[in-house]
């Protein structure tokens, strides 16, 4: 008899695996992917490059390096936080494809979850090549951080973005349980729109005035990349560090619980659409 | 067997499909007609015919694909405005994401002094440009990003056999009311950006010159996504490809260096197609550049007219 616990994982450990192999399924289109967000990079570091073509100019707080740093980690953290596959379940509870889902023996949260995993894996495979490379072409001044505090904040920030990022999205993509029609629509406004300005993607949001910051900083979105980022630099004392790692788990607790609640209340006005 | 019957039926009132020239053909040989119709093709305007005649001929043309226009334009608004939410949502999102972007570029320039040499004022003028073009051709040419599917089901050939040109279906066939709804305020937006410049009247004819110019190049990149779709069957990447990289015009070209700003100068057009425009209200423009914008904005749309003509010779019919 096998152990209940390594069959759940072994169960999930092949989602994980079919997942992966899905990704290889359709080359051009993660080819593409890839190719968009290095356009997006060039942009930026071209961008901050001109910003600072002045030798030892230090603007919002930021020297040349420590800028040229944040947009190639730019291309780290996106990769493991904002890559994801969770946004395929509106699709899912629109079409009434979650029909199938709900009669597998198979927790469908975990699910999606050992998705997004493989979907990180690959993606932040892809964006360690692309970082080499664009560092060979670009060789920007490089920040290398080696504060072991910050390091470990740094990783802990990330896993705790990833968890805001996973629920979030799920939250949003119950919206198809009551209007079928508006699952790209809301994807649209909160991951394409919302979370793109206001996770610090395109730009760190310490530019913006002190008011501004202080009200999205009661939001989940800095905590995204901002936060991580401002962490790998050691931009942040320790205090504010713990005070953003509280924030972060507190945002995870309080999105865990809406998700929960979301769903029971989705599931219940679910008409499985088309099946 | 359906369709069969049903491409037999519109045989017989296609005159010219009756015929045993291949599918793609007909359709290239239709659209040059129609390209002669409206001069883009000069060689092919030799004819007997009194030239009031042909003028006469090609406005009637003219109204003749303004009154299709229309009404396809009608058919697709009505559908965005059947789904009022949805719509909401999508004009909140371009909405939002034009106010965050204003600000960024005005707390970035004002708290950097100045970006490449340009005023706060000047780099909003710069991605007002941008939004112009990109605005005014998104409203235009939507119907593109739905082009795959129709390639790939083999729904293609219901468009092929239609009396009028078929990139005219698939290029403006689905006008955008979102895009639409945000025209009006965001050009009011760029006259009064524009008029902060203080140009003289000589600068904002070439503006608007080299405005149309870019609004050619555009046009010339739609229809090369939608050539390529016939190809290689891929279109979503392709015109996302083509939105990221016009985006980089967002900035002036100034900020990037070489080899890349001769790239998005000459070889991906859109320091022509975007900056080019911006620096004319600025009086930053030399006659040299303005014979290149003119140029590149004919020629480019000439060659992609060209590709297209290739791509239909490849299309496969398959599936249907």
Known sequence: MKNPILKNLSRYLAVFKISFHHEFAYRVSFVMWRVRNIIQIFVVFFLWDTVFSTQGRVIFGYDRSRMLTYVFGLIIVRALVLSTKVVDVAGHVSRGELSNYLVRPINYFKYWFTRDLSSKFLNISFAGVETLILYIILRPPFFIQTNPISIVGFLVSIVLAMLIFFLLLFIVSSVPFWAPEMGWGAHFLVTVIVVEFLSGALFPLDILPQSLQSILSYTPFPYLIFFPLQVYLGKVSTIVLLRGILVSSVWVILLWFAMKSVWRRGLKAYQAYGR | ?320
């Open chain 2, 1 to 320: 067997m359906k369709l069969v019957s049903r491409l037999s039926n519109i045989r017989s009132w296609v005159p010219e499909v009756g015929s045993q020239k291949k599918m793609g053909e007909i359709i290239v040989s239709g659209y040059r007609k129609l390209l002669v119709t409206f001069a883009v093709l000069p060689g092919k305007l030799k004819t007997d015919k009194p030239i009031t005649e042909i003028l006469i001929n090609s406005y009637k043309r003219v109204g003749y694909y303004i009154g299709i226009w229309y009404m396809m334009s009608k058919n697709s608004f009505l559908m965005v405005l059947a789904q009022k939410k949805v719509l909401f949502i999508f004009l909140l999102g371009k909405v939002l994401r034009f106010i965050f972007f204003m600000i960024f570029l005005f707390f970035l320039v004002k708290g950097a002094g100045r970006l490449s040499n340009y005023t706060v004022n000047q780099a909003i003028f710069f991605f007002l440009t941008f939004m112009v073009i990109d605005t005014t051709s998104q409203f235009f040419f939507r119907e593109v990003y739905r082009f795959r599917p129709l390639v790939v089901s083999g729904d293609f050939d219901l468009v092929l056999t239609k009396p009028i040109g078929a990139l005219f279906r698939v290029l403006m066939g689905g006008a955008d009311v979102i895009d639409l709804i945000t025209i009006p305020p965001l050009y009011a937006i760029t006259i009064y950006f524009g008029s902060l410049l203080a140009p003289n009247t000589f600068q904002i004819y070439l503006y608007i010159a080299m405005l149309m110019s870019g609004l050619l190049i555009a046009t010339a990149f739609h229809i090369i996504v939608l050539s390529l779709g016939i190809i290689t069957l891929e279109v979503d990447h392709t015109i996302m490809i083509y939105r990221d990289v016009t985006s980089m015009a967002r900035f002036p070209v100034d900020i990037y260096k070489q080899p890349l700003r001769g790239v998005l100068t000459y070889l991906l057009p859109i320091g022509i197609m975007i900056t080019l425009p911006a620096k004319a209200i600025m009086g930053l423009v030399t006659p040299f550049g303005i014979f290149v914008s003119i140029s590149f904005g004919v020629l480019t749309l000439y060659v992609a007219v060209k590709f297209w003509h290739v791509a239909l010779q490849k299309y496969t019919s398959a599936s249907s």
